[in-house]
């Protein structure tokens, strides 16, 4: 099992890079952001370009999506894999609402007009799919500024995510090549330990 390119055989260190090259291609894209998103994403990058998943995260991955988004690992694939059919804008709303929640109170006012204008309001550079009535609520709220401001609106998302982007990402090319990255890994490892096996016999019989 791969944990790390640094242990991966060379044709599966090359198809880990390869995997690590796209994923970070597309979380390069650039777009209207805060610079508290932007941070948050920088550190995201940065996670996925140092290693490929292993197995066991991608298996549990496709378990279900809550593993994905419990996952820093997780979000940054799955955010990849957003950014290819253009809807990152839905983890990017997730992530800011996860941190407004820890935003100090005296603040909670003028992030949540900032998040309001970023993705909420019509026409709003990252506008999320709501409904009307979530919309009209979010809008109320944001005059009176509370920790729980957005809570309707990204159960909305994170179920629209769960139902629909999750869904094709478990059948995407993306998480086909990280499992055949750790096929590979696998198999390599495998012929590796019977190649040194046979080569300690052949040592020890011309020993003999």
């Excluded at 988004?69 to 950014?83: D, H, I, N, Q, Y």
């Excluded at 839905?90 to 992030?111: G, H, I, Q």
């Excluded at 990280?178 to 020993?207: F, H, M, P, S, Y």
Aim: glycine share 2%.
């Amino acid at each position: 099992m791969c944990k790390g390119l640094a242990t991966l055989p060379a044709t599966c260190l090359k198809s880990a890079k390869d995997i690590k090259h796209k994923i970070s291609f597309l979380l390069q894209k650039p777009e209207p952001q805060t610079t508290d998103q932007k941070q948050m994403k920088e550190k995201t990058t940065d996670a996925a370009a140092k290693r490929v998943p292993t197995a066991a995260e991608v298996e549990k991955w496709k378990e279900s999506f809550s593993h994905v988004m419990s996952s820093e690992m997780g979000r940054a694939v799955f955010t990849s894999f957003l950014k290819s059919e253009f809807s990152e804008e839905n983890m990017d709303f997730w992530v800011a609402c996860e941190d407004y929640k820890k935003t100090a109170p005296s603040k909670l006012a003028t992030r949540a007009k900032q998040i309001y204008q970023q993705y909420i309001e019509a026409d709003a550079p990252n506008e999320v799919n709501l409904d009307a009535v979530t919309k009209e609520e979010i809008r109320q709220n944001v005059n009176n500024a509370c920790p729980s401001c957005f809570n309707e609106a990204q159960k909305v998302i994170y179920t629209l995510m769960e139902k629909d982007s999750y869904r094709r990402f478990l059948n995407s090319k993306l998480i086909q090549s990280l499992c055949q990255t750790e096929i590979t890994a696998a198999q390599e490892q495998k012929e590796k330990k019977n190649w040194d096996c046979a080569k300690n016999r052949e040592v020890l019989t011309g020993g003999a």
